[in-house]
């Protein structure tokens, strides 16, 4: 297959996974947006994307177009080293800071992919993941944090004091990735002439500013917010937290009672069957003693008769 085999199939994979992927970015970045403005809503929007089935399903895609944009970066790297020896790209005359992270995509990527295990463990494996495996995440003081909570989360993250500068670094990393990546996306679809290239280099390096801008005011603002602690004394936001830990507990009794209720089931049809063998059991000997009854007195008989 050329997707494969040859060397623009892997450039065009690369290229389809990395439009979804900043089109993905993009979408967060608003999506967080609205923590700025109505951290309430945030929490739905937590909720509305917890375990269920959309979002697993959508969590599922994500992760293989962050896979195979991976494991098709290092394919195209090593085949490039090989090629090029040194030389990764054959470099024309482009701005300072593109040629830069040209030549520096991989450094780039390990960094950006450093920054997302972190944003994944102080996030996702408390949400979704802790949701999917009914867990729940406990604070230092033994508070239950429910998994939509995200604001919540917030507050434990950015309550860091180094959470905000590892953000910063991950977000300048990924600015120099994207920068490059939408060029070189724009180039293997065959976008890449004089006129256009300019243009699609102009709105590249536009969007991807207002994103990861985007993303830096709110790493500050998350910052501060939690610092002062907004996130665990606003009475809107603490009722919010107390009905999601009631409809949590409740959905948690609710799972032990149909268990409760299913393992009952499950011993009265083991005690039915269990009293149906005895019963089968006690039936086959009394037909047996009647039947050694029987042959005593045929045996009697005879012995009488004689």
């Keep these: 297959m050329w997707l494969t085999s040859s060397s623009i199939g892997r450039k065009v994979v690369m290229s389809v996974t990395g439009i979804c992927l900043i089109l993905f970015v993009t979408f967060h970045a608003l999506m967080n947006g609205v923590a700025l403005f109505w951290p309430a809503a945030y929490n739905e929007i ?65 960094v950006v992919l450093a920054f997302l295990g972190i944003h994944l463990i102080q996030f996702w494996a408390k949400m ?89 005011a709110q790493a500050i603002v998350f910052t501060v917010q939690a610092h002062r602690g907004v996130y665990t004394d606003c009475p809107v936001l603490i009722e919010q937290y107390n009905e999601m830990l009631a409809e949590h507990d409740g959905a948690v009794a609710a799972d032990c009672c149909a268990t409760e209720a299913s393992c009952e089931k499950a011993c009265e049809k083991a005690c039915e069957k269990a009293c149906e063998k005895a019963c089968e059991a006690e039936a086959a000997c009394g037909n047996c003693e009647a039947a050694a009854v029987e042959v005593v007195e045929i045996e009697t008989e005879t012995v009488n008769n004689d």
């Design 46 to 110: 937590c909720l509305f994307l917890g375990a269920n089935w959309y979002a697993l399903i959508a969590s599922a895609g994500l992760a293989a177009l962050f896979l195979i944009h991976i494991i098709y970066a290092l394919w195209l790297t090593v085949q490039n080293r090989k090629a090029r020896g040194s030389e990764r790209y054959d470099v024309n005359a482009r701005q300072p800071q593109v040629e830069w992270s040209s030549k520096n995509m991989l450094v780039l990527g390990i």
């Design 128 to 216: 979704q993941l802790a949701e999917i495996c009914g867990h729940e995440y406990q604070m230092a003081d033994g508070a239950v944090v429910p998994p939509a909570a995200g604001t919540l989360f917030l507050h434990i993250a950015f309550s860091q004091p180094l959470t905000l500068v590892v953000y910063l670094i991950g977000f300048i990393a990924l600015w120099f990735h994207l920068t490059h990546g939408f060029w070189s996306m724009l180039q293997t679809v065959g976008w890449n002439n004089d006129t256009w290239m300019k243009r699609w280099k102009c709105i590249g390096n536009t969007w991807t500013t207002i994103v990861i801008a985007l993303f830096a």
